[in-house]
């Protein structure tokens, strides 16, 4: 669906139920220079089971107008926005390595507003490789190569995506490419590079909280999603063998089924 | 040694090591190496909620063999990777993959913008079937890239080819047709069954449905029927109203958009769940691991193919028997640049040849030559031979022979990997036999 959030239309998927504002909210984040379709394996089943899925494009992402934010704080405000302007007042988030730094940052300043965090492939910072920041703020497709290469663990490199039929790192690459690649990827890039408050913001969280690591995960590798859960208050985490950064393709159904678990337990939907 | 620091560089698998390797991960197959052949029609559902959340698309996986299948998947995923598609698609055939990609697009009261050289089933398809759907075509010469653009209507939803004509081998400028269809808001759907993805990657050129018989050199091995239709996913369906189907909420899915909900794979997901579902064209899974066997080694393959074809282009330019050769390898051709652009690693093995003596000669060729097979096939890896004026066209006059672009002395030749040697040799004695047409026996 669309709205509008500070003057800019936004776009978020339904995962493909309409939106009933009885229904819980859950917003799912996107990481960089991505789109809402990296979701679709999880948010299609909380739209089907009692919940309002959000899977948002970030401004100037995907289908979503305006430019791209340029700070993780930003970003983080933003989400708060949006949920403002779907009509709700309590949300829980969802987010995906980028999205995890923005998810954290948001449930630290809005602390009454968001009801359950959940985190894939997240760490409290995500320095860049300088040369890849800079062949992204370059526009050069390598560096969505070079992030297609890295994000996805030795056996995701082989496919078997469980949709079949579907090949996903030729999938990522087109979602990364759908935009210009130096307006997404290389402002998101240098966002990430340039957030330093993951970990102070991690320890004042008091929500419920989940993190979904993988052993053969090179962009956030599971010794800083740790670090991460470690400052966090009762923070649950869950690691899968066998899989990269983009374990939410990767390992769609493992990750749903722990999601599910996590979120149905601390933030009930709304029984049909 | 330098002490510059080295380059970054993307390491995703080659070609050559996803032709064995893509879409199939041995740890989640009880280790088998070999991929598996999932003989089943149906597929146990964890719980009730497991049997919709699969139905609703909530989750991958299988329900039944018509819409998916293990084996048959990681063949699709294979030639996705191969293509550089996001998605793929098999069919039982190459004509279902075209049909299926053609349904997947159109309503009744559409139009598509069709190259005139086709294979003849697809002609037959696009000229006489799909106007019983309500579907219409106007033709155009694959050189005529203008005319692409002259024919292109309010309602026309895409442009249809193949990138060598058979058996004219006329080669359409898929660039820049590509570029008349973007401007026109439609995508260009290319079969590329004379290619493989080891001879061009139409998605490189602009193309955004590559479709395959996979019957052919892909399998190689003139075991399997099979089609696969592969998404290039660049498309965008929702940049205008033509595609309603694609963008508006789909009522045979809970009001689904298949558009916004899969973007980059939109096309192949509703291929799979309207048309699988509705018309049923399913692949075996033993006709699938047929055709992955041969994908395993098509690059070897195919530069033996292109290899034994330029060795044969040379021996049928020189002979005295031949009184005309048509190769996109050949200088004269009228293609030969274009073709040296869009097919870097090889021109294919499909040769059209007159002989001299015209239909009398070309019967007693086909009927003497030993080792070459005569039969209505291409892309084996043994070399197929057929007259078209004596055989699959025999009804036709000779002004309608022009049309279709064939003549009386025309022998179509779809060079297998044999000893270069023994083909030729093989071809001496049909050669000896055409000179002579009345003397030699057809025993
Ligand atoms: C170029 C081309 N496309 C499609 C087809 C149809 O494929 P199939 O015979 O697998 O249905 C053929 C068959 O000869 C072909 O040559």
Redesign the interface.
Known sequence: MKFKVNGHEVFASTGGRPFDKKKPLIIFVHGSGLTHMTWVLQTRYFAFHGYNSLAVDLPGHGLSSGASLKSIEEMADWVSDVIDAVGHKEASLVGHSQGCLVTVECTSRYPNKIKTLSLMGGAGAIPMNPELLSLAENNDPKAVDLMMDWAHGPAGHFGGHPVPGLYHINTGTMLAKSRTIQNTLGVDFRACDNYKNGFEAAKTIKCPTLSILATDDKMCPVKEGKKLASLIDGSQVDIIDNCGHMMLLEEADRVLTVLKKFITTNYPPLSS | MSDKKKE??????KFDTLSL?????P??NAGSRQVPIYQTTSYLFDDVDHA??LF???????IYSRI???T???L???V??LE???????TSSGMSAIFLTVMTLCEAGDHLVVSSQLYGGTVNLFRLTLPKFGIKCTFVKPRDTEGFKKAIQKNTKGIFGELVGNPGNEIMNMPEIAKIAHDAGIPLMVDATYQTPYLCKPFEHGADIVIHSLTKWMAGHGSSMAGILVE???FDW?QNDKFPTMTKPYEG?????FA??????AF??KA?AEGMRDFGPCLSPQNAWNVLQGIETLSVRMKKHCSNAEEMVKYLSKHESVAWVSHPSVPDHPDHELAKKLLPNGRGSMIAFGIKGGKDAGVAFINNVKLASHLANVGDTRTLVIHPASGTHSQMDEATLKFAGLSHDMIRLSVGIEDIDDIKNDFEIGFRAARKPRLVSNQ
Do not use: D, I
């Not at chain 2, 970054?8 to 698998?13: I, R």
């Not at chain 2, 609703?56 to 299988?62: D, I, K, Q, T, V």
């Not at chain 2, 899915?253 to 958009?257: F, K, N, P």
């Not at chain 2, 916004?260 to 794979?265: H, I, L």
């Open positions: 970054l560089k993307p390491n995703t698998y390797h893509a879409g199939y991960q740890h989640k919709a959340a609703n698309l909530e989750r991958g996986g299988h998916s299948n293990p048959v998947g990681v699709e995923e294979r996705a990777s550089g598609g996001t998605a793929a698609l098999a290039g996913g660049k929702m899915y809970h009001g689904l958009s916004e909900e899969f973007g980059p794979t192949t997901m799979r």
